[in-house]
């Protein structure tokens, strides 16, 4: 398996609802592989039949529930998970128990009946780009969260308007520590509502550790390129590092670690300071957009500070809050 894994978002048009709404779920991939190349596991939030645990695209409460749904692709991985992550029968043969828990490998390639839901033309976001080791602990927590939504045994909302799909894919991603994402142009129900409360997701979630070999990658839509050189870290328009009481005036609150970063005083002279990422902040009642990049970069923009002005220090710390 390679070295660097990234952790993707995606966007499954629903057909069924005349290609109005998506369903959004989460990819584990091999870094700088595309499509259904080097995909490792799928994880999501499904409508599922409480008796038979039939998967089904659209649910309704008498009947179905919301579980969560890990489907894994390569052999390797499904022996790298932790035995509580496990299913009953890494076969294939039984794909659902009491606490929804899916199957962990069925081959791949011919006789595998497990779909990735990856399609030409989705919408898609890379969310992070690293060493392998803590994408699979950060990844290893959202399943674990997953299992722990099973056991609710909730109902699904009709039509899935109520906390649904969307939710679980919210709630994993900050789990994971990672931007929920909102794709445009398409309706996702759900998606500003969590299956926990905040107090869990904090229990929940993934406490990252200093790693010297780990770079956070920049969000982007186009995962094929690189995202494992130093230029990932560098500050742009497109994602914009901000100081601390930069982020505080825009109605942000910093919440993970900066990198010191060089660039020019209003009087021409360079000078360092410590800069935060928007995956390092979270938005206050006062933000008057929730969206941390698009106010980095009209922030940048109206103080004249342009892309080609932030430089990356020589020897930056890598960043450790998402």
């Known amino acids: 398996m390679s070295k660097q894994l990234s952790i993707e978002a995606r966007s499954l048009v ?19 592989t595309t499509g259904q190349n080097g995909v490792i596991a799928t994880l999501h939030g499904m409508a599922m039949k409480r008796k038979s645990g039939e998967i089904m ?86 399943v674990h969260a997953s299992q722990e939504l099973s056991k609710l ?33 398409i309706g996702e129900p759900g998606l500003k509502k969590r299956v926990f409360s905040r107090d869990q997701i904090d229990k929940l979630k993934f406490k990252p550790q200093a790693d010297k ?18 230029s990932s870290l560098k500050p742009s328009l497109k994602n914009p590092y901000l100081p601390k009481q930069a982020w505080k005036a825009l109605g942000f609150e910093v919440k993970g670690e900066g990198i010191r970063i060089s660039g020019k005083g209003s009087d021409g002279a360079k000078k360092e300071y410590t800069a935060y990422s928007p995956g390092s902040v979270t938005a206050t009642d006062s933000a008057k957009t929730a969206d941390p990049y698009k106010a980095g970069r009209e922030y940048l923009l109206e103080n004249g500070k342009k892309q080609q002005r932030l430089e990356q220090s020589k020897s930056p710390e890598p960043e450790v809050g998402i």
Do not use: C
């Open 14 to 32: 629903l057909n069924n609802t005349g290609k109005a709404f998506s369903h959004n779920f989460l990819v584990l991939r091999e870094a700088g």
């Open 57 to 142: 695209p659209i649910g309704y409460p008498w009947r179905d529930t919301l579980r969560g749904v890990h489907n894994v692709y390569t052999k390797e991985f499904a022996n790298e998970l932790p035995a509580d992550l496990k299913a009953i029968d890494v076969k294939g043969e039984k794909k659902y128990n009491d606490t929804g828990r899916t199957l962990s490998y069925k081959g791949v390639g011919s006789g595998s009946d497990i779909g990735t839901y990856i399609m030409n033309g989705q919408q898609y976001e890379t969310l992070y780009t690293g060493n392998a080791n803590e994408l699979k602990q950060r990844w290893f927590k959202a």
């Open 153 to 185: 045994n909730r109902n699904y909302p009709l039509f899935g308007a109520g906390t649904n799909s969307n939710s679980a894919f919210a709630t994993y991603s900050e789990i994971m520590g990672l931007k929920v994402v909102n794709f445009p142009g």
């Open 213 to 230: 070999t780990t770079t956070r990658s920049e969000t982007k839509t186009e995962p094929e390129q690189d995202n494992n050189s130093a």
